[in-house]
């Protein structure tokens, strides 16, 4: 495992102060640097020999389609390109909808979790080996947190993510503030999800601060780290040294003094706790197996060669979590805890999803819903989705049957489509509901859901409002509940630069009385003119008449 210090999250507005601040490592969103344009901090970091991770948070992982080629192959140039040890992504889902539910394709901009069901199981495991199979270097999933929960759920969070690492080998990015978030909003303790954790698979770990609003705990990188959370922090560092621990900061930066002294609270707590620590052996082994980390490292078990071994050999574990896809045979199972946040960010434009299937006339199949599957409980009817026609488009859902907990099944190396659809199909109505204003699904609770939504929308604003400072200025104390207005009739594209295009778009389609000052914006920003007036008067008319 590399060992890679204290670190802090590299973000452009505090390029200078981390230059000078005493860490070992950065961390970066993968998202927002462009290989070949690499900002001029980063590349003197590096000739510095301070190591940088690139973060990812558009792949979606969680979702119920397979991972776009693009996106990887792009995460791993920058991978390539940083000279990066590993890269970083989460256990969630961030878009839904698309040609696999035939439905419209959502962008959610958030990362939300995903329902800890066997079907769910089964498409992470078969998303996740994809990831490991185009990246060069090895990977690490982050546990997210979240303000609400599945219902039917058929597995425990520790469960679930075990399964994960033993039948993936994937690492773990352990936020301990994801910790904290999730036992504020859903009652989770963090000492028995530490207690459950296999600590041989950590590749480093996340600190950040937060607020609670509206009766909730916001993960919100924005403010000081709390004591629970450097609590929970200790905690961990007594039962195991971390490869790495680094503090996030993602907006109302404070003075480099500040950053300096939550850094060297950090690092106190970790050195207390590994000092105190009881000095029990560690022998990194179970019964079915080794896990060994490092690039050295060198498995036993059935994998260890073939394929799977050529996987354990370039993501540096064990051959024998690797077999063929399948859960360890034997002994005690492993297990982990859960959590996330997510940065904005563009994002390139996704691949068409594999084709859902369809009846001999061509028509899509409906997708049958068990309730138990854990996915969402749903009355018999119509599932509402957002349509490009018109504001509310749906599909069709037999009958469900008794919530049941389904029994165990064994693991497949592949989710069959008809799994990923029924996924697909849970997390498009959660979605719409989040974005589109479609109605909750039964079994959620619906505070939590609106209290997500709004969050949802709060973030758009705040990160259109950043890569597109001008239209603040432009229009003052009017920007933020024009926007809203805006989100509340249009879900978000594919990009934070799409949205601030298309609100652009729409206030010019309105007629604002500042249209010379947004037309100049959108002339310098978008790759076509800004519509003039016939075609305002026209989309204007469709509007009115029930078109977009």
């Given at each position: ?7 802090i999250g ?42 940088v991770?690139?973060?990812?948070v ?20 920058k ?14 889902f ?10 419209p ?7 939300l ?6 079907d769910a ?23 997210i947190a979240?303000l609400?929960s599945w219902?039917?759920e058929?597995?425990?969070?520790g ?7 033993e ?12 910790l ?5 909003n ?6 028995r ?25 916001h ?9 629970p ?14 490869p ?10 404070p003075?480099a ?27 990194g ?6 896990v060994?980390?490092g ?8 994998a260890?060669t073939?394929?799977?071994g ?16 399948r859960?360890?045979?034997?002994g005690?199972?492993l ?16 691949r068409?999803a594999?084709?859902?299937a ?21 009355p ?5 989705v957002?349509?490009?026609s018109?504001?509310?488009a ?13 029994p ?6 592949d ?7 029924r ?18 699904p039964?079994g959620f609770?619906?505070?939590r859901?609106r209290?997500q939504s709004?969050?949802l929308?709060a973030?758009?604003v705040?990160?259109?409002a950043r890569?597109a400072p ?6 003052g ?9 805006y ?23 309105d ?8 037309t ?5 920003r ?9 075609e305002?008067?026209?989309r ?9």
């Open positions: 495992m590399t060992e890679l210090g204290i670190g590299w973000r452009p507005e505090i390029a200078d102060a981390v230059e000078e601040l005493p860490v070992d490592w950065v961390e970066v969103v993968a998202e927002n640097v462009c290989v070949g344009h690499l900002p001029d901090s980063l590349t003197r970091l590096r000739a510095r020999g301070v190591t991770v690139p973060h990812g558009s792949l979606g992982l969680g979702g119920a389609d397979r991972p776009d080629p693009e996106r990887l192959a792009a995460l791993a140039s991978a390539e390109a940083l000279g990066a040890p590993l890269v970083t992504e989460h256990i969630a961030v878009r839904a909808g698309g040609p696999l539910t035939a439905t394709r959502l962008e959610a901009g958030h990362l979790p995903v329902p800890r069901t066997r199981l089964d498409v992470l495991c078969e998303n996740v080996r994809i990831a490991q199979e185009a990246l060069p270097v090895p990977l690490a999933l982050e546990n979240a609400f219902p039917g058929e597995l425990s969070e469960r679930f993510l075990a399964e994960l690492v039948r993936t080998g994937v690492r773990l990015l352990i936020d301990v503030a994801n904290h978030t999730n036992h504020r859903r009652g989770e303790d963090p000492a999800a530490l207690a459950e954790l296999p600590v041989e698979a950590i590749a480093y770990v996340h600190v950040a601060g937060g607020v609670e609003r509206d009766g909730v705990w993960d919100t990188h924005a403010h000081p780290v709390p004591a959370v450097l609590d929970i922090l200790a905690d961990l560092a007594g039962r195991v040294a971390p790495g621990v680094l503090l996030e900061r993602d907006d109302h930066f003075a003094t500040e950053l300096a002294g939550e850094l060297a609270a950090i690092r106190a707590t970790v050195t207390t706790a590994r000092r105190t620590a009881p000095r029990a052996p560690s022998t082994t179970h019964s079915a197996g080794t060994a980390f690039p050295d490292a060198v498995g036993t078990g059935a260890g073939g394929a799977g050529r996987l354990a050999a370039r993501h540096g574990v064990g051959a024998a979590v690797l077999r063929s896809g859960a360890l045979a034997g005690d199972p297990h982990i805890g859960a959590g996330a946040r997510v940065s904005g960010g563009p994002m390139p434009a996704s068409p594999p084709p859902a369809t009846a001999a006339h061509g028509t899509p199949v409906p997708v049958p819903v068990p309730v138990a599957s854990g996915l969402v409980t749903v018999s009817g119509p599932v509402p957002p349509s490009p018109g504001p509310v749906v599909l069709a859902r037999p009958e469900t049957g008794s919530a049941t907990a389904a165990p099944r064994a693991a497949s190396p989710a069959p489509d008809v799994v990923r659809q996924l697909g199909v849970g997390q498009a109505a959660l979605l719409s509901a989040l974005v589109a204003g479609t109605p909750v039964e609770d619906v505070r859901i209290v709004r969050a929308a973030k758009r705040s990160v259109v890569i001008d239209l603040p200025r432009i229009l104390a009017e920007f933020r509940p024009a926007f809203l207005a989100a509340r009739r249009r879900p978000m594209p594919g990009s934070y630069r799409r949205d601030a295009l298309d609100f652009v778009e729409g206030l010019l389609l007629g604002r009385p500042e249209h010379r000052e947004l100049r914006w959108w002339r310098e978008a790759e076509s003119r800004p519509p003039g007036i016939a305002r008067l026209a204007a008319g469709r509007r009115v008449f029930g078109g977009r």
